[in-house]
T-cell receptor
Framework: DAEITQSPRHKITETGRQVTLACHQTWNHNNMFWYRQDLGHGLRLIHYSYGVQDTNKGEVSDGYSVSRSNTEDLPLTLESAASSQTSVYFC???????????FGQGTRLTVV | GQSLEQPSEVTAVEGAIVQINCTYQTSGFYGLSWYQQHDGGAPTFLSYNALDGLEETGRFSSFLSRSDSYGYLLLQELQMKDSASYFCAVRSAEAARQLTFGSGTQLTVLP
């Protein structure tokens, strides 16, 4: 069955370190997204991509970057982790913008 | 700027009907979505309304009034498994057609 998977599910890292969170989907969706979820804020968009070599900044993109070298993967990189980036990160994908988005199981990141 | 408002908590008993409201402010509105999220889980899609009116999918229905910038999610015949957080999300030109989520409503279903 097609799916979207994130790894790792949990990570603890130190302030200042570079961290990369992986997202892989097997639906062949062109659209992929990264969100963070914090108490009281719902889901906030970090970056999104409409296809290979396309990336766009979302609402809370500072301190994050993404790259899209193939259809299946959209890794999220924290260039220099900060305590404010402690959060749960969700990756999602969709066929088009008017259809449902499928979410991964999330990565809980703690920056100490 | 955009804003969405939904109640933070709702409590109801098994078998009852509950309505979760969502009001929004945005420009270039395309549609309103609803997602369900159980504790520790991934958000899952429930519905999408682009036009005014009621959309029904089993026990769940979603309503949209574009003129009032208002929508709601109606859950009927509540079951314990419906205890979860429910998020409304708008898609708008103001956000480059991306989803902007509300802060979520925690629904607790009591036996």
């Amino acid at each position: 069955d097609a799916e979207i998977t994130q790894s790792p599910r949990h990570k603890i890292t130190e302030t200042g370190r570079q961290v990369t969170l992986a997202c892989h989907q097997t639906w062949n969706h062109n659209n992929m997204f990264w969100y963070r979820q914090d108490l009281g804020h719902g889901l906030r968009l970090i970056h999104y991509s409409y296809g290979v070599q396309d990336t766009n900044k979302g609402e809370v993109s500072d301190g994050y970057s993404v790259s899209r070298s193939n259809t299946e993967d959209l890794p999220l990189t924290l260039e220099s982790a900060a305590s404010s980036q402690t959060s749960v990160y969700f990756c999602a994908s969709s066929w088009d913008l008017n259809t449902e988005a499928f979410f991964g199981q999330g990565t809980r990141l703690t920056v100490v | 700027g955009q804003s969405l408002e939904q109640p933070s908590e709702v409590t109801a008993v098994e078998g009852a009907i509950v309505q979760i409201n969502c009001t929004y402010q945005t420009s270039g509105f395309y549609g309103l979505s609803w997602y369900q999220q159980h504790d520790g889980g991934a958000p899952t899609f429930l519905s999408y309304n682009a036009l005014d009116g009621l959309e029904e999918t089993g026990r769940f229905s979603s309503f949209l009034s574009r003129s009032d910038s208002y929508g709601y999610l109606l859950l009927q015949e509540l079951q314990m498994k419906d205890s979860a957080s429910y998020f409304c999300a708008v898609r708008s030109a103001e956000a480059a057609r991306q989803l902007t989520f509300g802060s979520g409503t925690q629904l607790t279903v009591l036996p």
